[in-house]
């Protein structure tokens, strides 16, 4: 028994000695700086990369370990690092940030975490980034499934650094080798920093657009997934420009130049974007700042090149970005973004929970809530678009504890929303047992949404204002989707089996809610006039009021159509809407267009009586948006499109989803 002791201290002797060993090594190899941020060095003096980095005076092999601590400790209260956690930081990135899953999975919903479970303990996580971030790409995390010959070599390997899986992506051509981004001229630190000074947001800006963001874009689609310390973040960010750090024809700044803080400041000019676009400013002037923010935005995300070294803060500024051009009426370049966006995500591994397991706990949240807010993005688009998604949930482990929860928020139940919008649009057998298959998905939806918190379930039980806002938008998008799963009896209405019947019923009722919820919305706030989605939502709950036989000589629809038009026309005559005839500037996409005037032409009795009694004033919309051969007029004997054989769901998509691009000239050049 002694002699076994005796050899087990010996093999703890001899480990001990040889670790000693290995980290003289490596201490005697590279420098200070390099070990500092875990990067290669040459052991020349000064090394190779401290003269990239542009800082040989600090490349030191000889400095005290007192001093390594004290420097340590000063990073993680100096910017960049203080602001890593702006977003989740670079070292989310590089650490492979993924969402762990272990409770919002496969339901894609769960409570939302306090803002400070989101952010690090004072010295620990931010000793964490100090430490482990860095702006080249030799200490970068790129996600690898589990078959590739990357995640072999780590695992088998036990690489813990990943130092052997960087090489082995290096040599299998499966990283990037740009530090900076190759499409623009700025090349050296000095050319950059003054393109950055030129697009930086000034204190004016911040002040006036920043709260039309917060009041008004993020409670109903909540990018940011720190918001609280996004706003801490802002002030420091104030202090420094008033302190004169972005003084033009100043040095440049160490904390504000590195590829991390840009992507911040340019998060920063994404929020502004979005904000100017809900502002209280008429609408060729909003319209103008707002691309104006959103250009300096993309500037910033060249500046700090995202596409080569994306971070959770470039996904998050991409996905408002994108969101900011869908409100604005670009809706195809919006989803053409969206695309890229989600494979910026998946290079991280914000797709799939499992690698997740190994980082501190805040990021964890922050990873997992990044990728249910890609999901949100893609799944609403696709259900409108009813294209099929890029994104999926199979990376997570279902979770149905929501059906046992009460309380559900706002969030929640939009992110389970998300997921039967998913898994509608991405079944392939649709039209197998659809009726059953639709009446199921409803029933699990009406489930959750009687598991929500009071205000949500019932307006009377509204105090605040955004209670009311958030009932509103809620309703508009939850009718939506039942309208969209009651479509199987909409496109064949002259069946009359009881199936089909509850489901027409259903569709009667999301069709008329969402209209009712989008004039209630509109009367107390201007979100919804100035949102995609729910300008969609209330377009085709209409239109489908207006030509499917069980609602249009209905007298509640006619009147639901007729203030429809009101609404929007009065939102014209304030020049909100703008020329339909102009490509510029209208915040109404082109689709949107084609339905708001068919919609007019299908009411056009009720306006020609209008006139008749000399009400002019009920045609607005006639004066601001005139016939015009881009745009269909309804089709004559349009009461009887359910003997023609074309269903009002068919007749919806054919003008909702006329392609914009003539494939027909693809045969030349010219």
């Not at 813990?160 to 990037?176: D, F, K, M, P, R």
């Not at 008429?282 to 500037?299: G, L, V, W």
């Not at 309703?475 to 089909?500: C, D, G, I, T």
Request: proline share 5%.
């Amino acid at each position: 028994m002694a002699a076994n002791q005796s050899n087990h201290l010996n093999r703890q002797e001899i480990d001990r000695v040889l670790g000693l060993k290995r980290k003289k090594q490596r201490e005697q190899r590279a420098c200070y700086p390099c070990r500092q941020r875990k990067v290669k060095c040459d052991s020349t003096q000064p090394c190779k990369t401290c003269r990239r980095r542009e800082h040989p005076e600090i490349c030191a092999y000889d400095v005290e370990e007192s001093t390594s601590r004290s420097l340590a400790g000063e990073e993680s209260f100096n910017p960049p690092s203080g602001m890593t956690t702006w977003a989740s930081g670079p070292d989310v990135t590089q650490q492979s940030a993924v969402p762990s899953g272990s409770q919002m999975e496969g339901s894609f919903a769960t409570p939302q975490p306090p803002s400070s479970q989101l952010r690090p303990p004072d010295q620990t996580a931010s000793a964490l980034q100090g430490n482990q971030s860095s702006d080249g790409p030799e200490n970068e995390y790129i996600y690898s499934g589990d078959n590739s010959v990357v995640s072999i070599v780590r695992n088998r390997t036990h690489d813990a650094s990943g130092s052997i899986a960087h090489e082995v992506g290096s040599v299998l051509g499966l990283q990037n080798t740009y530090s900076s981004y190759p499409f623009m001229d700025p090349k050296t630190p000095e050319e950059r920093w003054k393109e950055l000074l030129r697009i930086i947001p000034q204190r004016t800006e911040v002040l006036k657009f920043f709260h039309f963001y917060r009041l008004s874009a993020y409670p109903f689609n909540p990018i940011l997934v720190d918001i609280e310390r996004f706003e801490v973040d802002l002030c420091t960010y104030l202090n420094a420009y008033a302190s004169g750090e972005f003084r033009e024809g100043s040095q440049i700044s160490d904390k504000w130049a590195t590829d991390r803080s840009i992507g911040h400041i340019s998060l920063l000019l994404a929020t502004l974007a979005a904000g100017a676009h809900y502002s209280d400013l008429e609408h060729a002037q909003r319209t103008e700042i707002c691309h104006d923010f959103a250009r300096r935005s993309f500037q910033a995300l060249r500046l700090a090149n995202f596409l080569f070294r994306p971070t959770m803060d470039v996904i998050q500024t991409m996905l408002i970005v994108g969101n900011t051009l869908q409100n604005n009426g670009q809706s195809e370049a919006a989803w053409a973004l969206l695309g890229t966006t989600v494979r910026l995500a998946q290079t991280l591994g914000l797709h799939t929970e499992k690698s997740t397991a190994r980082l501190p706990g805040y990021i964890q949240l922050k990873a997992r809530k990044l990728w249910f807010t890609v999901v949100w993005q893609d799944s609403l688009l696709c259900l409108c678009y009813d294209r099929p998604p890029v994104v999926s949930i199979t990376g997570w482990t279902p979770d149905n504890t929501i059906f046992n929860r009460l309380d559900l928020s706002f969030t929640e139940i939009m992110h389970y929303m998300c997921r039967i919008a998913l898994e509608l649009t991405t079944s392939e057998d649709r039209d197998v047992q659809e009726v059953t298959r639709a009446l199921d998905m409803l029933n699990s939806l009406d489930e959750v949404f009687q598991r929500a918190q009071p205000h949500l379930r019932r307006r009377e039980d509204c105090r605040t204002l955004h209670q009311n806002l958030e009932h509103l938008a809620l309703k508009m998008h939850l009718s939506l989707a039942s309208s969209v799963l009651s479509r199987p009896a909409l496109k064949r209405s002259h069946v009359r089996e009881p199936l089909y019947e509850i489901l027409r019923e259903r569709a009667k009722i999301s069709l008329v809610d969402a209209s009712k919820a989008f004039l209630e919305f509109q009367a107390l706030s201007i979100v919804p006039l100035r949102s995609w989605s729910m300008v969609h939502t209330v377009l085709s709950s209409t239109l489908l009021l207006c030509i499917w036989e069980e609602t249009r000589n209905d007298a509640e629809c006619r009147d639901l159509q007729q203030r429809v038009i009101e609404v929007f026309s009065a939102a014209g005559s304030v020049g909100s809407v703008g020329n339909a005839a102009s490509q510029n500037g209208q915040w109404l996409s082109e689709r949107h267009i084609r339905a708001l005037i068919t919609l007019r032409n299908a009411v056009g009795n009720a306006l020609d009586q209008a006139r008749e009694h000399g009400n002019p004033g009920e045609n607005h919309l006639e004066a601001l948006f005139p016939e015009n051969q881009l745009f269909p007029v309804f089709p004559e004997g349009y009461g009887s499109l359910d003997q023609t054989g074309v269903s009002p769901i068919s007749y919806l998509d054919s003008i909702m989803n006329v392609p914009l691009f003539d494939f027909s000239q693809e045969n030349g050049f010219l």
